[in-house]
């Protein structure tokens, strides 16, 4: 007999009885067995979300012809994967180390199921980082209009060639024209250091250290043309005291920042993120 295959199942539609026995008669008829199941009902949008985890001992197309009635009937915006399959991404950097080095060892280390095929950057600074993770690593800079347009074709290019899944913005520090980011939608997840008050600039842990801040922390979230207010994915924060000098500040955010968009990357490449209109539903 065939070894079953463990699939992971999600979709989204318009909420209405019967979705839920609908696709489990689908997945018996497909001699499936759930072995994960979450659901939610959206109040504010009417609509429904489900992920499934199923183990079947079928070809893919099997499966699709066995979930294809359920499909038509509740016009279900779905998705089947295999789980645990490394999601093509793309990384962006710039200067800092800390967030790319994190995606980059924790991918290695198999704690992350990314296949990087290039960090690109728009500072030379990283190579050595990037290439010790055994990576290709290239940089383009970033200096006016012509340059940006440049860099980013050069994004779509990659994510063309690659059939890249996710952009990761690992601290890059630059802002994705409307274009862009209308191509990457729903599938570019930036790490914004978040504060009370927030603080913008080159130098937001001066500024917070300088202010007396009580918390400092991290969001990730989508990437949309409304600069840093797009869907969030995951948020931290950490308490700190007056007695924090500002690099002792910095070091403790980009903790925070790493471990956000690290848990963002992670929970995308699951396929545990669903959107529902400008928030997101996560499945944990």
């Known amino acids: 007999m065939t070894s079953p295959t463990h699939w992971v199942l ?20 497909a001699h499936g067995n759930i072995t994960e199941s979450q659901q939610f009902a959206s109040a504010d949008t009417g609509r429904f979300f489900m992920r ?12 699709e012809a066995a979930l294809a009635p359920a499909i038509a009937r509740f016009e279900l915006d779905w998705h089947l994967d295999v ?14 180390s800390h967030a790319v080095g994190d995606l980059l060892y924790r991918t290695r280390s198999g704690h ?7 960090v690109l950057a728009n500072h030379p600074d990283l190579r050595e980082l990037v290439e010790f993770h055994g990576v290709p690593f290239e940089s383009m800079a970033v200096t006016d209009a012509a340059s940006k347009a440049a860099f980013e074709a ?13 952009v990761v913005l690992a601290r890059y520090m630059q802002i994705l024209s409307p274009e862009l980011c209308a191509a990457l939608e729903g599938r570019a997840i930036n790490i914004h250091h978040s504060f009370l008050p927030g603080f913008k600039g080159a130098n937001p842990y001066r500024q917070a250290h300088a202010r007396g801040v009580k918390l400092i922390g991290a969001t990730a979230h989508f990437v949309t043309s409304d600069l840093d207010e797009g869907p969030i994915i995951e948020q931290n924060v950490v308490r700190v005291d007056h007695t924090a000098t500002p690099a002792q500040l910095m070091a403790t955010g980009q903790d925070e920042e790493s471990r956000t968009l690290r848990q963002a990357v992670k929970w995308f490449s699951e396929q545990r993120v669903l959107l529902d209109g400008a928030r997101t539903i996560i499945f944990r």
């Open 10 to 29: 999600t979709f989204v539609c318009v909420d209405r009885p019967g979705i839920v026995h609908a696709v489990s008669g689908a997945i018996v008829a």
């Open 52 to 63: 499934l985890q199923v183990e079947a001992s079928v070809a893919r197309s099997e499966f």
């Open 83 to 96: 789980v645990g399959r490394p999601t093509k991404t793309l990384i962006l950097a710039s200067t800092a």
């Open 112 to 118: 992350l199921a990314l296949d990087v095929p290039l």
């Open 154 to 166: 050069r994004v779509l290019a990659e994510v063309e060639k690659h059939g890249i899944e996710l």
